[in-house]
C-alpha cells in the first residue's frame, strides 16, 4: 500500500528553522518526484517544492532561498528544511508524489495527512 | 489569488448533477497542460479523482468525471451524495511562474 507520512510540524518563532519529514512506504522517493505543497489557513493549496528522481530541485518564489528539498533514499524519506520563517509560512504542509503527465509536469497522486507549522511570536 | 479560478461553493440536491469550473490561461490550462483534480475534506489527505483533464484513478467512481476546453476546465459530479460533500481543487502547470499552480477549491453542499 502506498502511504506518505508527514513528521516535524509545530509552532516555531519568526525568524526560526524547522524540518519537515515525509517518511514513504509502498513506493520508492526517487521515482518520478516528491513534492511539499502547503494549505495556509482559509486558503486554497500553494505548490511548494519539488525534487526529481535525477536531484533536481524546484522551489515556489515565496520560498526560494529560505526552504531546501532533500532525499535520503536509504530511509525512503523526503525532507522540508525550512530557515529564515515568516508568519505566512503558517500552513498545514503535505508531502505528495507527484507523477509526470503527457511528458511534462503533472499531478500528486498520494498525499500525507500533513503537518501544521504556525510562525508567531 | 489563486492563478486558476474556481467558484468558491457549488450546492445541489441528492441525485443530482453539478459542475464545478476551473478558469487558467494561456500560459497553464490553455498552453496544454494537463488539468487534475483533487477532493478534500479538512484534516484529511487530499484525494487525487481525475488526472490529465479526464482520467480517472483506480477505484473512483464514474460519477465524477472531467472535461478540458481551451483555457478551463470543468469537473462533473452525477448522482449526488451526502458523502461527496467535500472541497473539490483544480491543479495545472505554469510554464511562466515555473509552478505547479491550483485553483481556490470550492465547497460541494449536498442540500
Known amino acids: 500500500e502506498v502511504q506518505v507520512v508527514e513528521s516535524g510540524g509545530g509552532l516555531i518563532h519568526p525568524g526560526g528553522s524547522l524540518r519537515l519529514s515525509c517518511a514513504a512506504s509502498g513506493f520508492t522517493v526517487g521515482t518520478d518526484y516528491m513534492s511539499w505543497v502547503r494549505q495556509a489557513p482559509g486558503k486554497g493549496l500553494e505548490w511548494v517544492s519539488s525534487?526529481?528522481?535525477?536531484?533536481?530541485?524546484y522551489y515556489a518564489d515565496s520560498v526560494k532561498g529560505r526552504f531546501t528539498i532533500s532525499r535520503d533514499n536509504s530511509k525512503n524519506t523526503v525532507y522540508l528544511q525550512m530557515n529564515s520563517l515568516r508568519v505566512e509560512d503558517t500552513a498545514v504542509y503535505y508531502c505528495?508524489?507527484?507523477?509526470?503527465?503527457?511528458?511534462?509536469?503533472?499531478?500528486?497522486?498520494?498525499w500525507g495527512q500533513g503537518t501544521l507549522v504556525t510562525v508567531s511570536s | 489569488q489563486s492563478v486558476l479560478t474556481q467558484p468558491p461553493s457549488v450546492s445541489g440536491a441528492p441525485g443530482q448533477r453539478v459542475t464545478i469550473s476551473c478558469t487558467g490561461s494561456s500560459s497553464n490550462i490553455g498552453a496544454g497542460y494537463g488539468v487534475h483534480w483533487y477532493q478534500h475534506l479538512p484534516g484529511t489527505a487530499p484525494k487525487l479523482l481525475i488526472y490529465?483533464?479526464?482520467n480517472r484513478p483506480s477505484g473512483v467512481p464514474d460519477r465524477f468525471s472531467g472535461s478540458k476546453s481551451g483555457t478551463s476546465a470543468s469537473l462533473a459530479i452525477t448522482g449526488l451524495q451526502a458523502g461527496d460533500e467535500a472541497d473539490y481543487c483544480c491543479?495545472?502547470?505554469?510554464?511562466?511562474?515555473?509552478?505547479?499552480?491550483f485553483g481556490g477549491g470550492t465547497k460541494l453542499t449536498v442540500l
Open positions: 525534487i526529481y528522481s535525477g536531484g533536481s530541485t
Open positions: 491543479q495545472s502547470y505554469d510554464y511562466s511562474l515555473r509552478a505547479w499552480v
Open positions: 490529465g483533464n479526464n
Open positions: 505528495a508524489r507527484g507523477r509526470f503527465w503527457g511528458g511534462s509536469m503533472g499531478y500528486f497522486d498520494f
